[in-house]
Structure formats: C-alpha cells, structure tokens
C-alpha cells in the first residue's frame, strides 16, 4: 500500500542544535500534515501545507511542500528538551480523505 | 473549544470479550476519524463519519469492529471478541469539510490479554 518514508528514523541531539527531517512519497500529494506525538497521547498538529512550494512556519518550526509534491521538510531551530518526541508527516491519498502517516522521526533533544 | 476527546483512556480487557470506546469531535467539526496505531507505527485509517454517514472503511476493520455515529456527534468504536492483535492505541479526529486539517484526541489504549 501507499507508504511515507521519513528519515531520519531518530535523532539523538544536544540541546540548542537545530534539527531537519523529511518525508518523501511515491505519489503526489497534494496537502501534507505535520503532527507530533508524545508517548501516550495523540498526535497534535503542528504545520500544514497546501502548495507545492510553500514555506510555512510556527514558532520554532519551518515545514516546506516540496516542488515535486513528493515530498516535505521540517525543521527545528535550537531544539529544547520539550521537543522530544516522535515527528509524523502525513498526506492524503489519492484525493481521499485517509490520511496516510508517514514512519515517523523520533527525537531526542539532550540538555 | 475543548478539543477532541475520547473515552476510556486506557481498556484491559481478556480475550474473547466485547469492548467499546467513544469520541467526541469538536464540537462544530462535522467529520469524525477511526485510526489504529500499534508500537513504533504511525496511525492507520480504520472508518470516517460524515455526519451520520460512514462513507469508508478500511480492510482493517474486521466483522469485529463497528462504529457509529447515530446523531451525527459523538462516535463509538465497538470490538467485539476481541484478540490480543487488537492490542493498540485507537485514535479519534475530526475535521470540518472543506479543511483538510484533521485534529486528533489523545487515544484510548487497548491491552488484551
């Protein structure tokens, strides 16, 4: 079935590093979802893109919709301790409204 | 805006028993989410609802599982006979049509054992 890859799998880093994941797909899509999960809740959204180039940004976090509509970015600039957890791109399939998650980045950010 | 959220948080239960968990959306969002998640997987569509209408279901949702919505609010995702492969963290979201942005609850946690 439709996958998301995400890379890197985890990240191990100090903290005030800046942090950049992506998610890549086989397919178009034509909206991506970035969400954040910590252990033992829901992902909470965090960014989402609708454009095939657009840049968007909330607070510390930069997401992009890449040219291709293939793939997306995040980044994190000087991570603190709270931003541990686990990143998840998404994207609907095909014009549905299922939302495909991606694998999935988990963070870890040492003081 | 209370956000979404669910109930129970967390279910024991013993094989070959029935259980059942609810969703509240948002409470103007007319679309309301199934998903599935099991350890180190990201979240799998089970059901949407719009409105009173479940208009998909995934293959992943077994003759075992139902889900309702009877009035077009609140949701209940019934598992009955369940099996330790059920075992997982079930997810609610809601959206509204034409926002593609769908908000999630924090989970109900399911252990069978």
């Known amino acids: 079935g439709q996958q998301l890859n995400q890379s890197p799998q985890s990240m191990f880093i100090q903290e005030g590093e800046d942090v950049s994941m992506n998610c890549t797909s086989s397919s178009i899509f034509n909206t991506w979802l970035w969400y954040k999960q910590e252990p033992g809740e829901g992902p909470v959204l965090l960014i989402a893109?609708?454009?095939?180039?657009e840049l968007t940004s909330n607070g510390r976090l930069t997401a992009q919709f890449g040219i291709t509509r293939k793939d997306s970015f995040l980044n994190i600039s000087a991570s603190i301790p709270s931003d541990v957890g686990i990143y998840f791109c998404a994207g609907f399939f095909r014009n549905t409204d299922k939302l495909i998650f991606g694998t999935g980045t988990r963070l870890q950010v040492f003081p | 805006d209370t956000g979404v959220s669910q109930d129970p948080r967390h279910k024991i239960t013993k094989r070959g028993q029935n259980v059942t968990f609810r969703c509240d959306p948002i409470?103007?969002?007319?679309?309301l989410y199934w998903y599935r998640q099991t350890l180190g997987q990201g979240p799998e569509f089970l059901t949407y609802f719009q409105n009173e209408a479940q208009l998909e279901k995934s293959r992943l949702l077994s003759d075992r599982f139902s889900a309702e919505r009877p009035k077009g609010s609140f949701s209940t995702l019934e598992i009955q006979r369940t099996e330790q492969g059920d075992s997982a963290m079930y997810l609610c979201a809601s959206s509204l049509t034409g926002k593609e942005t769908q908000y999630f609850g924090p989970g109900t946690r399911l252990l069978v054992l």
């Open positions: 893109l609708y454009k095939a180039g």
């Open positions: 409470s103007e969002h007319n679309r």
